[in-house]
Structures are given as C-alpha cells and as structure tokens.
C-alpha cells in the first residue's frame, strides 16, 4: 500500500505585499471594491464553513447529495490524478474518493487554495484514505494550474473539480478566460466537474447572502478586520453594514459594505489615506448564477463537450461532467 505522502508548499513569496498592493488598487477604484479571494484569512474560511452549515445556504449540501449519488460515474476507475481548485475543508473530494469505492489503482491528488488554513484541514480529512498521494498548493487558482500543469506523466489521466459555485466569482469574460485556463493543463479525453448554482427565486438567494443569524455579514465585514489586522488599518467596523444585493439583468448575487456614517479610513501598510462618505459602498464579492444550458454552452466554447448534467431540483444546483476534446 503506498502512504500518504503530504507536501507542504510554503506561502507564495511576498504574498503579504500582493495583498497590500490589491487593497491598494481595488480600494481607489469607482466604485471602490476589494477582490474576493481575501475573504479566505483563518477566521473568513471558519466563517464560510459556517456558512455552508447554515439552513439558508444549502449549495453545500445540495452539492454533496449529488457527489454522493453520481461518484462512481465521475470519479471513474481510470482517473489517475485528480486536481480540485479550491478545495476548502476537503469534504466534497474525500465523499467522491468514498462513493467511488475500492478497486482502484494509487491516485494523485493535488489541492489549491488560498487559504492555509483549509489546506491544513483537507490534508486531515484526506489522510485516511489508502493509495493516495497528496500535494497542496496554497495558490491562487491560477498559480496552482500552472505549477500543476507542467508535470505529467503520459499515463496520466486527468479529471479537476471546480465546485462549490466557485467560478460564480468570475465575470462571464474573466470565467470563460479561466475555463480556456483549465482546458490547457488538460488532454483530450481528460474531464472537468463544475458545480454551479442555479437561478433562483430572489427571496431564496437574498435569504442565502443575507441571512438571519448575521454569519454572512461577519464573514463579509471579516475582510476590513483582515485590513485592520494585516496592515495596520483602521476601519470601524461598526460603521459598516453587509448588502446582499441581486442584480437581475447581470444575474449575480452581489456582496457589498455600505458606510454608514463619513468616516477617515487609513491605511499605512497599503500606503493609503481617504474618506468614505456616508452611504458609500465597497463591493467585495459577485456570484453570477446560471441557468443549466448556459452551463453547457460555456463549457463548449471552452474546449469541453458535456458528458452529463446532473439537477438537484429542490435546491437548484447542478453538476456538470464534462471531457475535454
Ligand atoms: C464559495 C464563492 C461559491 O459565492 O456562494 C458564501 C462564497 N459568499 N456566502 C458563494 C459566499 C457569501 C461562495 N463561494
């Protein structure tokens, strides 16, 4: 039986000084925003586990009864190597490792995240399991696919997993950039899983940015204290209030920070001094949500051809297995 095997890489050099430069430039854009990949400090990812727990965000779980149910068809006796960007927790790979069953040969892992701290709790939950091997990579999506990409094997065969609604973050030309990104560290038969909130009522989807305990607002006020922590910044926290917002003609959830009174924000490890006035906002997070065909269709322009889609009807998530041609 061949052991896990963890590689720890470090932290991306200067990865602090990025953050500052990102705070920076978002900040004094129109309308002012921060990018939202720094939601994901320690305490932001323990948030938005949370967050997944909470009855009103069911995309987690919706998401999981559809591993669970499909593993077999997804996770397939050929995989070799398996690549998810974004990993979180690691909950959603180790039930696809476990509803695929034994009888496999060894397998490849490789985890990318952002956040330290979720690649530290993966590589538990991962450990367990008999004939993997296990790399981490606390990278940007993009950092992670290219250090990952390089290396293969002509034996290898492929499948990266996309889930939790991540590629909602993007723009639909910043997505389909990214779709062509993650085709090019592929070969032809090799397959890509997305998993992709749909459209919804608005009540429900306001419901599942806004909710009634308040946990999605601390994991969006989070960032600020992340800013007043890492470099020296001074927001009051209690002079900001979380917004969900659903924007219908875009067909995106918006996240945003509403000032409530003037206030002077500085900065000084981001080199930044300004006034936000009252009623000023700063966007922190989109999550675009799509219909099942435009699914389909923006996997085609990028490379792929569906293999299968898969709905959960009751929470309107869905699955799609897609190889790439
Ligand atoms: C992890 C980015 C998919 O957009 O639904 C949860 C993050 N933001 N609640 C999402 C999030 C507010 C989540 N993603």
């Not at 305490?43 to 965000?57: M, V």
């Not at 956040?115 to 940007?140: D, I, P, Q, Y």
């Not at 308040?214 to 900001?240: C, K, M, P, S, W």
């Not at 998530?317 to 790439?324: D, N, V, Y």
């Amino acid at each position: 039986m061949t052991p896990t095997l963890t590689t720890l890489h470090t932290t991306t050099p200067g990865s602090k000084c990025r953050f500052a430069d990102d705070v920076r430039d978002f900040l004094t854009q129109q309308p002012r925003q921060l990018p939202s990949r720094y939601l994901y400090d320690e305490l932001g990812s323990a948030l938005f586990e949370a967050i997944c727990r909470l009855p009103w965000y069911p995309l987690t779980r919706a998401e999981l009864r559809l591993l669970e149910a499909h593993a077999r068809e997804i996770l397939d006796a050929g995989v070799t190597t398996v690549i998810e960007l974004g990993a979180g927790s690691g909950v959603k790979l180790s039930a696809l490792i476990a509803g695929a069953g034994t009888g496999r040969g060894p397998l490849d892992l490789h985890i990318v995240d952002v956040s330290k701290s979720a690649l530290a709790e993966a590589s538990r939950a991962l450990e367990g399991f008999e004939n993997v091997r296990l790399v981490t990579h606390e990278r940007t999506y993009e950092a992670g696919l290219e250090e990952f990409g390089h290396a293969r094997s002509v034996t290898e065969r492929r499948l990266a997993l996309f889930l939790g609604s991540n590629i909602g973050n993007f723009d639909p030309p910043g997505r389909d950039v990214f779709l062509r990104t993650v085709r090019a560290t592929l070969n032809s038969r090799d397959a890509l899983l997305l998993g992709v909130d749909l459209v919804k009522p608005e009540r429900e989807l306001l419901l599942a940015y806004d909710d009634p305990l308040g946990v999605t607002a601390a994991f969006n006020l989070n960032l600020l204290a992340r800013i007043n922590r890492e470099l020296q910044g001074d927001f009051e926290l209690d002079g900001f209030t979380h917004r969900a917002l659903w924007n219908e003609k875009r067909s995106r959830i918006e996240m945003h920070l509403r000032c409530r009174r003037r206030q002077r924000i500085g900065i000084p490890d981001a080199d930044l001094g300004f006034v936000m006035a009252e009623g000023e906002m700063i966007w922190t997070e989109s999550s675009y949500k799509y219909d099942p065909p435009e699914i389909v269709s923006m996997l085609e322009s990028s490379g792929f051809s569906v293999r299968a889609q898969w709905i959960d009807s009751v929470d309107r998530f869905a699955l799609t297995l897609a190889e790439a041609v």
